[in-house]
């Protein structure tokens, strides 16, 4: 049985969910364990997924963020980690 694709959840009106970008949301949907995890994850923790992946300057940066935050996911982690945050907030 496939699962199903992710689809966003529109945050409260006190947050804001930032734009997930097409090649993450493709890498998140590609694995069962990191969409669980996504699912759960708080939407203050989606943003900084997403802004600690946007936020490279360079494409080989933002690739390799990618594949290490999938891994981080898959192990359970819920928000990239040395990382100063989300600078949005």
Partial sequence: MTPPTLKLQRASKKESLHTIPADFRTAINSD???????AD????????WICWVTSAKQE???TRRIVVGLSKMRG???????WAGCPHR
């Fill in 41 to 48: 994850i708080t939407p203050l923790a989606r943003n900084e």
């Fill in 76 to 82: 359970g982690m819920r928000r990239p980690c040395c």
């Fill in 32 to 38: 069962a364990r990191v969409k669980e995890v996504w």
């Fill in 60 to 62: 080989e940066t933002r």
